[in-house]
Nanobody
Framework: QVQLVESGGGLVQAGGSLKLSCTAATVFTIYTMGWYRQAPGMERELVAVTSIGIANYADSAKDRFVISRGNAKNTVNLQMNRLKPEDTAVYYC?????????WGQGTQVTVSS
């Protein structure tokens, strides 16, 4: 079992920025990590993923969000800029390791207009 711990959510005004961080506790090296989000009444959707140095973004995140691996092992960050009210959601970190997907507990991001 791999535990993921997220941090960095909160309340921000539209146009502002937030940085989310996630650390996975495992002795193995995780090559694929990313972020999903789920707004009230909506399905969970992919925001961004990084795998072996290659990043992919949802259209809604392109040009505003940047995903990166942290300096510490098995960490991933999501820098979110020019936030919009429609970015309001619970953001979940995930890791893909040895054929299994692991999820964090989620962190709330609220963008006020």
């Amino acid at each position: 079992q791999v535990q993921l711990v997220e941090s960095g959510g909160g309340l921000v005004q539209a146009g502002g920025s937030l940085k989310l961080s996630c650390t996975a506790a495992t002795v193995f090296t995780i090559y694929t990590m990313g972020w999903y989000r789920q707004a009230p009444g909506m399905e969970r959707e992919l925001v961004a993923v990084t795998s072996i140095g290659i990043a992919n973004y949802a259209d809604s995140a392109k040009d505003r969000f940047v995903i990166s691996r942290g300096n510490a092992k098995n960490t991933v960050n999501l820098q979110m800029n020019r936030l919009k009210p429609e970015d309001t959601a619970v953001y979940y970190c995930y890791a893909h390791l040895r054929g299994e997907f692991y999820w964090g507990q989620g962190t709330q991001v609220t963008v006020s207009s």
